[in-house]
């Protein structure tokens, strides 16, 4: 294997591992965060789960640097095929959203303190803590807006692969097919017709997570088609 080539393969294992870290950092921030997102009283809930809410936001913060890795990663194979949308997708995945996965941290650390100060209150001061916890955790409907933006960064990174061939067509067609369904979710959740972590928004989201995953396994165990992409 040529130093070229080696590279490559490196970089396609570390893609995949990127990807499955991502993935399971996000389904665990939902786990852990669960149980606030779904209270009555959610502020009250918070000063309950503080250490859960903590690890939460740790555990989309860990979400936000593996996946918007992936296209800094990703930029040094996709610019010899396609530098516009190797470019696009560094853009829109390592900047944009990184962007939402920093603000989505942030606000749910803040959750803590604020917590803290609505138990302690006195009566003059719940309603202004209540609406400023409702600001906080209004950020968790930033999910819409970033399913938008992160379906359009990854509709540049599948047309890319699918333009080079680095992986089989059929797997980057899949990816752009289930992009659509993503894409919709965050429509739709801005529009407040579903919410992307109901029943009907998971469903919508599915065929891309599975993907992705299979994805990621393929780049771990084959790596890129460097045949085709060096021909």
Not at 41 to 69: H, K, N, P, R
Not at 214 to 228: C, M, N, R, T
Request: charged residues 10%; contains cysteine.
């Amino acid at each position: 294997m040529n130093p070229k080539n080696k590279t490559h393969r490196k970089t396609a294992l570390i893609v995949g591992v990127l990807y499955i870290i991502g993935t399971i950092s996000g389904i665990l921030s939902l786990s852990f965060s669960d149980a606030v997102r779904n209270a009555q009283y959610q502020l009250i809930q918070v000063s309950t789960d503080e250490t859960q809410i903590i690890i939460a936001a740790l555990c989309v913060l860990t979400m936000g640097l593996a996946l918007t890795l992936v296209p800094v990663m990703m930029y040094p194979v996709l610019k010899k095929s396609n530098p516009v949308l190797a470019w696009g997708y560094v853009v829109f995945r390592s900047g944009l959203e990184a962007m939402g996965y920093i603000l989505t941290t942030v606000s749910w650390l803040l959750l803590v303190p604020l917590s803290r100060a609505y138990i302690a209150a006195n009566t003059t001061d719940v309603a202004l803590l209540e609406s400023l916890g409702a600001i906080l955790f209004a950020g968790d409907e930033l999910g819409s807006v970033l399913n938008i933006v992160f379906s359009l960064g990854a509709t540049m990174f599948y047309m890319a692969l699918f333009r080079a061939k680095l992986i089989p067509r059929w797997l980057s067609g899949w990816g752009l097919l289930a992009l659509i369904f993503y894409f919709a979710s965050g429509l739709l959740g801005m529009f407040n017709i579903i919410d992307p972590l109901s029943s009907a928004g998971v469903v919508m989201q599915l065929p891309l997570a599975l993907q992705e995953m299979v994805l990621a396994v393929w780049l771990i165990v084959k790596g890129f088609d460097l045949d085709i992409h060096n021909a």
